[in-house]
């Protein structure tokens, strides 16, 4: 016959093993910082860089729908953007825009067609003539420590 203690101590150890063999036992997010390299920069303008992330499409490419939105006084040595403590395994875009008027929004010309007037850029270099599609700006941040590089046209 087993004593009293005996039985608790061996429900302690039972309990113990159910719930770290769990599958409910919640998993933690990793976090780490997103490396972009910005080409074509023209850093001998004046302006803000301003930088978006976005994990759903909301009103992309706007910037009210963005995660996260930095803005950064632009110099010469500047050529990479680092956003810290990112989600991995989830999926992103990012858009990128050359404010030099330093207004906010992206500016256009609008003769002989409408076309940004100040440089801009989203994840995947996709371009195409009207707003970027969202889809094809998507990229996985997989949490190495490889930089994406994002092209930003005139």
Not at 75 to 100: C, F
């Amino acid at each position: 016959m087993h004593s009293t203690r005996q039985i608790t101590q061996r429900a302690a150890v039972l309990l113990w093993l159910l719930l770290l063999l769990s599958p409910f036992t919640p998993a933690h997010s990793a976090q780490q910082d997103l490396i972009i390299n910005i080409d074509g920069l023209r850093t001998e303008q004046s302006g803000h860089l301003i930088v978006t992330l976005f994990n759903k499409k909301g009103s992309w490419p706007k910037h009210d729908s963005a995660s996260l939105k930095r803005t950064i006084a632009i110099d010469a040595s500047l050529s990479q953007v680092v956003l810290p403590a990112i989600e991995t395994g989830k999926r992103y875009a990012v858009q990128i825009l050359h404010d030099h008027n330093i207004n906010g929004v992206l500016d256009f010309r609008w003769f002989p067609y409408p076309k940004p007037s100040e440089g801009v850029g989203v994840s995947n270099n996709h371009r195409r003539m009207g707003p970027p599609s969202f889809e094809k700006a998507l990229f996985e941040h997989t949490g190495s420590h490889r930089p994406i590089t994002i092209e930003i046209g005139y």
